[in-house]
């Protein structure tokens, strides 16, 4: 089958081949997941857009306690960024499990939410700090929370002619530590089996608050953990209460029995990683220096 490849110098160039095209279209930016999914298919789109020749997609920004990533940054780049190995260590975490080190040098932040699998890596921690995505189409830009963004496998409120610009956050207000885990069936390469992100900070009088937490590959998609937030505001960090916060994230598992796992393996994992998020977030808590709750 032929392939119509284009390549846009301009972000309005991109949006108009996409709109003349309409569904036949794909925007790539790395490529890793439409590869893959095209080979295991057997079916190419009519016409691939790179989105590579759009540089300005490709920056980190930050500013005070905003951070703007560009759609086209890769999982390498913020793996290697030194700004996020305090309190949003984190995001580092969830960059570094993705693939090897040749598809992190060009697997993007951007692909990675628009192909909305169940277990995008860095989905739940994203989804911990809040962030939005902003569009960009025929009828001007939108911003809309990443946690309404994407609606289940494969399905996203993006439109066809609608590129993904930027992915933003602000950093918690208070002195706060992250943490994720990941697990598969082998230590490397893997897509996961369950993930979990946490991000916890901590009151004046040493009580958790502001507590955030997500999971992915447990559901059709990456989810917050809502009661488990509500049970742990104001509480310090126990074996109970660990308990609890296991149960919680368990009940919160909708998993599937797959091939790298059965349903109920997934709903143990996700108990033990939400336990272990919490505790390794609270301990790197007194480690970090991000404390400005105070300024």
Known sequence: MDVEFLEPQSLQDAIAMAKARGSAARFIAGGTDLIIQARKSGTWPATVINLQRLTTLGEIKVS????SFGSLVTHRQIESDAR???GLQALQESACVIGGHQVRNVATVGGNICNASPAADMVPILLCLNAEVSLAGPNGSRVIPLAEF???PRKTQRASDEVMTEIIFSAPARKFASAFLK?????AMEISIVAMAGVVSAS???KLTDVRLAMGAAGPKAIRLAD????L???TPSKAVLEEVGRLAAA???PIDDVRASASFRRHLAAVYARRVVEISWNRISEVRNDRSAA
């Open 64 to 67: 005070d306690r905003n951070y």
């Open 84 to 86: 996020f190995a305090g």
């Open 150 to 152: 994407t609606q289940g």
């Open 183 to 187: 697990g598969g069936r082998r230590r």
């Open 204 to 206: 004046a009088d040493g």
């Open 228 to 231: 488990a937030e509500k049970f």
């Open 233 to 235: 505001e104001g509480k």
């Open 252 to 254: 919160a598992a909708t």
